[in-house]
């Protein structure tokens, strides 16, 4: 068995040989005589070559978007994983805005790192905006789930007002 | 000759062409260099008879192509000509695949069993399988003795293709056959003229000649 491998090895070895040299035979080839050549065996050089022209340019194009393919295809998993992933959200609209004044007091920086310009004014988000605002601090790690769990966690009042209560 | 060596792997993305050069020179080749590509990549790809596992020259040419994109094997096209990057990419490509082949792996028993073998699960393994092409594959031993048959009243080409078979030089056989350079290229025309003949006719040429 082992020596039927080791000849049809050989007998491979050798036809690559002879077609490697029948190609780089080609090579040495002018262009009337490779276009000749195809005549003499019944072919029309000129549909060749618009074939062969149209499957390096076709496939040429696709090359060229793949890296476009690739960040859409990307993008399209990002975004489907931030779909599927659990965040830790206030259940209310409501609770929701309070969270985002809240950390925007707490860390005023946030602020100016990720709203943009044009939606400084936040109180002109709509619920939808703020509920994405929390979901992508959280994407990127600048709000914990723990932070939400504390900033929802009822706040002791402030000693001042419980004493003019008292009063 | 040269030109074809000094496509590299190598090439800095600086001195690489752009997608658009890429586009331009594609429609810049010649009716004579496509044909010539197109059968480069055949005879490349007969010459890895299954260890092609499956490819035609058609994926020959398009794996250049993604390989120029994708910047494994960048295009310099200060220093050579596209035509020629394309050729050695092939080239190199069309290596790679024979070393990337284990025949240990890729034998099937039924590969194995005589050709003559008359019992039934010897007929039955020996059904020619359909996953390494469509049509079937000759052997690389079917497909020498082929061609061998086609020349044997050709002493030029018979003496060429034993030469070649040892794995010599176009300069080494002329030397060792005492040729000259037009009747060393006669002898490959008419080879060529041989092989291109056998793939149209299915082999059936053989039985003709």
Do not use: C
């Amino acid at each position: 068995m082992q020596s039927s491998i080791d000849s049809d090895l050989m007998l491979e070895r050798e036809e690559e040989r002879v077609m490697a040299a029948l190609a780089e035979s080609l090579l040495e080839m002018s262009e009337s005589q490779i276009l000749g050549e195809a005549r003499q065996e019944g072919e029309d050089p000129t549909s060749v070559a618009k074939r062969t022209r149209m499957l390096l340019w076709s496939h040429a194009k696709v090359s060229r978007q793949k890296p476009l393919f690739d960040a859409l295809e990307e993008y399209r998993r990002q975004v489907e994983r931030m779909r599927s992933r659990d965040y830790v959200m206030p259940a209310t609209p409501e609770e929701r805005r309070t969270l985002m004044t809240s950390l925007f007091e707490r860390y005023p920086q946030m602020h100016s790192a990720f709203v943009t310009v044009q939606h400084r004014e936040f109180k002109s988000w709509s619920d939808a905006d703020i509920e994405s605002f929390l979901r992508q601090m959280q994407e990127l790690g600048a709000l914990s789930p723990k932070e939400v769990s504390r900033a929802l966690e009822p706040q002791p009042e402030p000693s001042s007002k419980k004493d003019n209560r008292e009063e | 000759m040269k030109e074809l060596s000094e496509t590299s792997r190598r090439i800095s993305e600086e001195v690489a062409a752009s997608s658009d050069e890429i586009l331009s020179a594609i429609e810049a080749l010649t009716e004579g260099e496509l044909v010539k590509l197109e059968r480069y990549a055949k005879y490349r790809i007969k010459g890895l008879g299954r260890r092609a596992r499956g490819r035609d020259h058609e994926d020959l040419l398009r794996e250049a192509i993604t390989a120029t994109f994708a910047g494994n094997r960048r295009w310099n096209p200060g220093a050579v000509r596209f035509f020629a990057h394309l050729i050695g990419v092939m080239r190199s490509l069309s290596s790679h695949w024979a070393e990337q082949f284990d025949p240990e792996e890729a034998y099937l028993e039924s590969e194995l069993v005589p050709a003559d073998e008359s019992s039934e699960s010897g007929r039955l393994e020996n059904e020619p399988s359909t996953i390494p092409s469509a049509e079937r594959q000759l052997s690389a031993r079917e497909e020498l003795q082929q061609i061998e048959r086609y020349f044997s009243d050709d002493p030029l080409v018979a003496r060429l293709l034993g030469a070649l078979r040892e794995g010599l030089s176009g300069p080494e056989i002329r030397a060792q056959l005492g040729l000259t350079k037009r009747a060393f290229e006669t002898g490959m025309k008419r080879l060529r003229r041989g092989v291109s003949a056998m793939e149209r006719d299915g082999g059936a040429y053989a039985i003709q000649h």
